[in-house]
């Protein structure tokens, strides 16, 4: 649950992000991964449930960002895992593209 000083804080610029793309950010002493996939941004813990490799790092096919480390596959939209190995999922952050500016609801 949120708590209530959650806010949205600016994490890119619009510009910084390219379609189908990923890049690692932190905020509030969070790394968190930013996706960038047909014109929405989405946001997700960065750390692999499996053995913490950085999904920021790995590579997105579809929906799924994959860890580069052992290649679990997790959903960028709901953070859950694709192909059944757990059912463990990673933190998913409310995103919002303003003014050029990306921001994600810590």
Not at 24 to 45: C, H, M, P
Not at 50 to 79: A, D, E, I, R
Request: aromatic share 10%; hydrophobic share 35%; with cysteine.
């Amino acid at each position: 649950m949120d708590s209530p000083a959650s806010e949205f804080q600016e994490a890119a610029s619009e510009q910084e992000l390219f379609q189908n793309r990923m890049m690692v950010v932190e905020l509030s002493g969070r790394k968190i991964a930013l996706i960038y996939s047909n014109f929405k941004a989405y946001a997700i813990d960065n750390a692999c449930t499996h053995l913490g490799g950085s999904l920021g790092m790995g590579t997105l096919k579809g929906q799924t960002v994959v860890c580069p480390l052992h290649h679990w596959s997790y959903n960028f939209t709901s953070g859950r895992i694709v192909d059944g190995i757990s059912d463990e999922k990673v933190k998913t952050y409310e995103t919002k593209i303003e003014n050029g500016k990306v921001f994600i609801r810590i």
